[in-house]
């Protein structure tokens, strides 16, 4: 265990005929699980955990009579889970978790009275719990479903299960209330619920909580996501002193915040985001000192925000926007010295802004003050925010000059001071802000000349000085090179600038003296060798970090294997144009044979090092790459970063090779490619798209680390023989930190973002940094492309109009208008299966897009116009403008094998 051996497990080891507990877990093995190991009658122990394994869950692993303890997680085994199982009368450990298993569980298995740890989570595993899964599992401790496709309700016979310690169903499809005879299991620790729809947004919603009071050794309990409704009760406060993680955020919770919360003393996370919470936050929330992340924006709280809340001085997220909080900020927030990220806009506030607040050096993430109406200057304090990544303090009614200070706090990438009061000049210390991404200045009484400063800032994207009363030449290098990238509308007393903003050109004072021919001959070859030396030192010195900086890469792939330029070159038969199979931003793709404990055709992914940010989107893939472990995303074997034989840098990927080409391929087959003739049927997009959709919240919600792709397209959706769909190309992607401890690290940045025209969300065209929301919108445009047959750049879009209108214009009545011809030709889906009868709806343009009937395709089975509607109406709500109105993965993920579950029923009925 915890070693580095690979390869397969050796066959000789099935002659251990005595062998009793066997422990491979925590290295490198690799293909399926010897059939062969049944032979060890005698296994009391199997640990297979944490490997490449892949293949099926051997059947004869029912014949291991004496097993107390199976553990095969954290692989890549797919198939069902075999009904053979169930003969292992002795186990106790039973774990299967983080694999690709699908099907039902055995209902066998759910009668072994022995087993204490029953862990199938995150997989594709469906079905329902049975009604008396307490009484035929009566030792059970840890009970964790998480992350599959199970429904129906929770069974209220859990209780009986009275050892139980925790409680994973989390991120699924069950239904109903939450029992309310759940307070009996005495040992109870965690009970996650979230991601489910459970609830009926009712007053009884929430009547399970009073029976928790008696669960005193409660540490986690999370029923955020799901459709409660009703007043949250005061006997919240009986729930155990060691609870740490409340969670409750998503649903549709009413009435006013218990004072009782602030008895939960050892809080660390409170989330209660996204409910129908009114009335004033209660000043015992100022006793819950051990908090670390607390959640309360997008609620109905009024009232002032309480001098209290300084109280918590380990906080170090507050949100507390888009409520109806009035009065002033309180400076005693001050007294929270690990306060990173500050949100409270969207409210009511007025006064000045603290001077205390700004004076919180550990803000690094944002502080947000936007939408209120404050008053008074912008404090010269501002300078002691000198890690902040983002300053929002637009829409209120700030006056006098930009204080100079600003330029003091040199990791700004945002910062937005529109609409407001500010006069006066920019300040010349805008020069030091290097990292600056975007700067939004419109709608103030600034004035004088545009400083030449902003133009040699190197990584500004997005500038708008629009309503203001600057004058002068405009620059034209930098920023001012890119007409779509800065907006300079209502200043009328400008001239000259790049050509398209057609302004009249700015007068040039003659010099009364002249200079002799020699002089400007003299000065002129002087400069010119000034500026070559300088360029030579520049291309020289960048040369040397660029040299250094690849060479680092390997540290980061330190755990896979390598590979030398020699056997590429070999594999790929000299890289050979007749085994290209791709070319990208960053480099060319070749087919080749290699022998990795085997020979297997694999994908070549060679870099243009010449290419500008070639080495950054090795390093990026490589990151995002070496340590996921998903069914749906593409596998990165091995690697090369070495030179090749004329002495030049050479890196390279070598990747699972995808039979079947990219999605692109299948939707805009090229007129003499041999996919001419390839049509996809509406089963297989659907489970495409939920292929896709599970590796998004994979990556979003689930991964140690968590990623953001930021450049998800059809070309970058490559499907194996079976179809199956995997996510690659992660030369632009994000990493976000798994730990608040680490968010200085872990946070993304917006720097050399390009992803692909159509496929982008609009946001990070005026430089927003790069989110998972981000990725969701790229999802929908491609939702609504492999169902429409459009591409987001297709010559129909002019105008003004785009996929996500064009879409929305015609449902639900006008759906046949939209949908692809060449599904229809599959003869999956008929014109009157489409049309229905829905031909008296083509008026009803208008639809809520986040608003599904998946309850009545869940019970009915729905019909195929309804399914297709439905999937059409995701789409629409994953492209959405703003990035706070799209869903999240997890949530399109179950909704759409509802869907798919409701169109195969109906076909089948």
Known sequence: MDNRLEGEIPLNITYCSELRILILARNSFMGKILDELSSLKKLVMLRLYRNNFTGQIPHSFGNFSYLKHLSIGENNLAGNIPDKLGQLISLNFFSVEVNNLTGTIPTTLYNISSIITFSVSANQLNGSLPWNIG??????????FGSNQFHGTIPVSL?????????????NMFTGQVPNNLGRLKDLQELTLEINFLGSNTSQD???ITSLSNCSNLEILSFARNNFGGVLPASIANLSTKLGFLGMGYNQISGRLPLEVGNLVNLYALGMEENLLSGSIPSSFGKLRELQILHLDRNLLSGQIPPSLGNISQLFELYLYQNRLEGNITSSLANCQKLQALDIAENLLTGFIPQEILGLSSLSLFLNLSHNTLTGPLPLEVHKLRNINAL????????GEIPETLGDCLKLALLNMQGNFFQGAIPSTFASLRGLLHLDLSRNNLSGNIPEVLEKLPFLQYLNLSFNNFEGEVPTKGVFSNISAFSLIENNNLCGGIPELQLPACRIERKKHKKSPTAIMLATIISSLVLFMTIAFIWIFYWRKSRKHVSSSPSIVGKLLRISYKELLQATQGFSSDNLIGQGSFGSVYRGRIDLQGERIVAVKVLNLQQHGASKSFIAECKALHNIRHRNIVKILTYCSSIDFKGNDFRALVLDFMVNGSLEMWLHPKEDSDSQSRKLNLPQRLRIMIDVSSALHYLHDLCETRIIHCDLKPSNILLDNELTAHVGDFGLSRLLSSTTSNSSQGQTSSIGIKGTVGYMPPEYGIGSKAT?????????????????????????FTDGLNLHNFVRSKLPGQVMQILDPMLIATGEVGAAEIMGDNESDEGQTEIQETNIDLENLRLEGGSVQKCIVSVLEIGLACSAELPGDRMNMGDVTRKLNIITEAFLHARTC
Do not use: M
């Not at 925790?166 to 991120?171: K, L, P, V």
């Not at 929002?392 to 006056?399: G, R």
């Not at 919108?777 to 010559?795: C, E």
């Open 206 to 208: 929430l009547s399970f």
């Open 159 to 171: 209780h009986n299960a009275s050892q139980l310690e925790t409680i994973d169903f989390s991120t």
């Open 772 to 796: 998972t929301s981000g990725d969701v919108y790229s999802f929908g445009i491609i939702l609504l492309q492999i169902f429409t047959g459009r591409g987001p750049t297709d010559k129909l």
């Open 135 to 144: 009484l035929t599992l009566p030792n059970l401790q840890y009970f964790t």
């Open 392 to 399: 929002d303090v637009s829409h209120n009614k700030l006056s």
